[in-house]
């Protein structure tokens, strides 16, 4: 019978990328075809912090 809990690997964090860990999430209202484009990406959240990034940048260097 398999363990319900996993196996010990499974109970470790994940790789984190960068350098800060990622520890809290955004939630925000965007149209349907906005959403359906984000999900079509290959890796959604990757996208969406990534372009939060480049905006935050180009701000900063204004």
Do not use: H, Y
Request: proline share 11%.
């Amino acid at each position: 019978m398999p363990n319900p809990k996993g196996t010990p690997e499974n109970l470790e964090p994940g790789q984190l990328r960068g350098e800060e860990p990622m520890t809290t999430s955004i939630s925000f209202r965007c149209t349907e075809s906005m959403k359906e484009a984000v999900k079509a990406q290959d890796d959604p959240p990757e996208f969406c912090r990534q372009a939060i990034q480049e905006k935050l940048d180009r701000q900063k260097s204004k």
